[in-house]
């Protein structure tokens, strides 16, 4: 694991968009492909602003979420909804963009096309990871129902997890597909976080969830 500190977050933004855009750039030089897993909320935003705008063959590349809210993707709580009006704009509008949210189903009875369509995607070519104060990533959180599976090391690509203090369900790239990105990138914002971050390091995955996906990853940290 590698930190980078930046003076400020605008600085961050950009950097992590050159960075991720050169990942993919070099990705495509050997293989017919790129997939590239991006967190939702609101710290991947302004990077994502920056990285539409790559000039990048950007019909070659394959988006989705590192995990999703079981909700339609117009609701303002989806993850795609967010993606699309942020990412797959500009340039990066000719990327392909893989949803996880199946209309009309509960995510037990989707999750099983839903993963043989991301299958020709892994490993992930480029990942961007975000981090709460819980040291949860995706939607890996401690203590949620479903945890336990989805740091399994024979997990599935995709697991279900269900979060008690919220009202949907979520879907979530496992540990072992995120720990498995070729080029991994977590952004991380204030000293709490970065204590946080700290912290998980000590601890066992099933209380930092974090620490489970951190092998060879870039931290890139702002105040």
Not at 31 to 41: I, L, P, Q, R
Not at 45 to 56: H, Q, R, S, T, V
Not at 193 to 213: C, M, N, S, T, W
């Amino acid at each position: 694991m590698d930190i980078i500190e930046y003076a400020d977050r605008e600085m961050l933004a950009i950097d992590v968009a050159n960075q991720m855009a050169g990942d993919l750039k070099t990705h495509l030089l050997s293989h017919e492909t790129a997939s590239v897993a991006v967190a939702g909320g609101t710290t991947p935003a302004p990077i994502f602003d920056g990285l539409c705008a790559a000039d990048l063959e950007w019909s070659r590349i394959r988006v989705m979420a590192t995990d999703e809210r079981w909700v339609d993707s117009n609701s303002d709580r989806s993850n795609a909804c967010m993606i699309r009006q942020r990412l797959l704009v500009n340039r990066a509008a000719a990327a392909q963009f893989q949803p996880f949210y199946v209309q009309n189903q509960a995510p037990e009875e989707a999750i099983g096309d839903v993963e043989a369509s991301i299958t020709q995607d892994l490993p992930i070519s480029v990942l961007l990871l975000g981090m709460g104060e819980d040291m949860h990533t995706a939607s890996l959180f401690p203590g949620v129902q479903g945890l336990g599976a989805a740091l399994e090391p024979s997990a599935p690509a995709l697991v279900v997890l269900r979060p008690e203090s919220q009202p949907e369900a979520r879907i979530s790239l496992s540990a072992r597909v995120l720990d498995a990105a070729i080029s991994k990138h977590l952004v991380i914002y204030g000293t709490q976080k970065r204590k946080a971050l700290e912290r998980a390091l000590l601890l066992p995955a099933e209380e930092a969830p974090i620490g489970a996906v951190l092998t060879a990853m870039t931290v890139h940290w702002a105040p």
